[in-house]
């Protein structure tokens, strides 16, 4: 073999050496590129895995808090319900007291027309019974004019009310108040209305107030009224006492107690005037029984040692101006001056005019009982049920 072909061989040797060589390279080169390839892929994967579990976390989360919203709401929910149920409860409980306040109203109602009924049917059987005594001949008042009206029959008699006809409690006094039927004393009840009486500006317990009241306004002023109303209550007979009240207590207030000689002209005092006006206020008339003045009246109004001054219980009493049994004689003749009947109507206004038309008419007619029947009355009842 010559020497070219020994090269020959040579270079087709390293040619084909670089080759492989160059193979090896591409093989190696592709392994890589799959090695990088199973990487990206690998990373891939771990990337979307990663991925999809942060999804899953946040998801857990979202979920999560939908849950605790969703609990949260339901929560208000039953608590807006039971708020509900709550005010409906309240709305309802509501309704049902005023229903029962308005039902108990209703019955109170009913109860007071009731007895205002009984009051009405008693007082007119009463008016016809007096009716026939007055036009009767007998001396004696019939039964039914006595009988009396209890206001606790089984009860103990009421102290205050035996001795002054009046009582603090009116018929709800835990003790009994025994009404007669008709009697020689009337009772006019708060008759002698005074602002000084009312509006007191005293010391309640100074007892020496009134005493020395000769001068005082309030003192005038019953002069006037007890001369105005004497003549008006002995035209229907003899007036042995008459007793006007300066008590402050509402239930002895004014309070004016009328004693006639007979019954029969109490009755007809009490027929005449029990539904008569008085100084712009209705009379409030009923026949009483005293033990006797001086249980009726305070012991110790007079001396000026009571210690419950005019809040006394018990008859704290004008002085009177006139002694009655003069002022009985001079009312036999006929009177010279004229009577000063302006505060006496028929209604609640005060016909000054008429009134004292009236009264020129009543001096020249003798018989009041008929004059009497012409007057319109409103209708009143006797205070005695309270
Ligand atoms: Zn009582
Ligand atoms: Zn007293």
Known sequence: MGKHTEWRNMVKKERRRRIRTLKAKEIESSLEYQNWCKEQEALELLEAEQIEKSNKIENDKWVQAEQVALEEWKKIQIKNESLLQKKLQQQAKLKLEWELEKQKREREAERLKEIEEENRKRQEIFMNNLEKFLNGDLMEPPKELLILYESKP????????????????????????????????????????????????????DTDIMLEYEDTDTYKDFKDFFLDILPEFQKFGKVVQLKVCNNYEKHLRGNTYIEYADIRSAVQAYRALHSRWYGGKQLSLQFCHLLSWNYAICGLQSSKRCPKGRACNFLHVFKNPVKLHEENRHSERPRSTPSRSWRWSESPERPVTKDKEMEKHSRRSSDSKHRRHRYHRSSSYRKRNG
């Open 154 to 205: 089984n009860c103990e008699p009421c102290p205050f009310f035996t001795k002054t006809a009046c009582c603090r409690f009116g018929d709800e006094c835990s003790r009994n108040h025994k009404y007669p039927g008709i009697s020689k004393i009337l009772l006019a009840a708060n008759m002698f209305g005074h602002f000084g009486l009312e509006n007191a500006n005293y010391n309640e317990y």
